[in-house]
């Protein structure tokens, strides 16, 4: 399984990016992914998730509106569209994995993140 994160940066407030996370060495398909940030100092934030096939997602509150996360499982990668930024955005954004395949019952608080990238640093500031 390998996870590798790009597109992060610095970005004024009110700006935008696009982080993608290219997926390799398993069924992309077949799993429900999320992104998951850590600023410094904190504990790891929950920030998004995406079922298997793009039929449910999950926000948290904190970029509710703002971010967007979809995948092209044609292309085996997952993607985080991130307006609006505010500098509390600023973190390491992960990409990560599910441990299990997905079920289309299976809620995406049930998932369990078993596989991570490398991460990629996200930096807003004036």
């Known amino acids: 399984v390998q996870l590798v994160e790009s597109g992060g940066g610095m970005v004024q407030p009110g700006g935008s990016l696009r982080l993608s996370c290219a997926a390799s060495?398993?069924?992309?398909?077949?799993?429900?992914m999320s992104w998951v940030r850590q600023a410094p100092g904190k504990g790891p934030e929950w920030v998004s998730g995406?079922?298997?096939?793009?039929?449910?997602?999950y926000y948290s509150d904190s970029v509710k509106g703002r971010f967007t996360i979809f995948r092209d499982n044609a292309k085996n990668t997952l993607y985080l569209q991130m307006n609006n930024q505010k500098p509390g955005d600023t973190a390491l954004y992960y990409c990560?994995?599910?441990?299990?395949?997905?079920?289309?019952?299976?809620?995406?608080?049930?998932?369990?993140?078993?596989?991570w990238g490398q991460g990629t640093q996200v930096t807003v500031s004036s």
């Open positions: 995406i079922k298997l096939r793009g039929q449910d997602t």
């Open positions: 060495g398993f069924s992309f398909s077949s799993y429900d």
């Open positions: 990560a994995r599910d441990l299990r395949q997905g079920r289309s019952g299976r809620s995406l608080y049930q998932m369990v993140l078993g596989y």
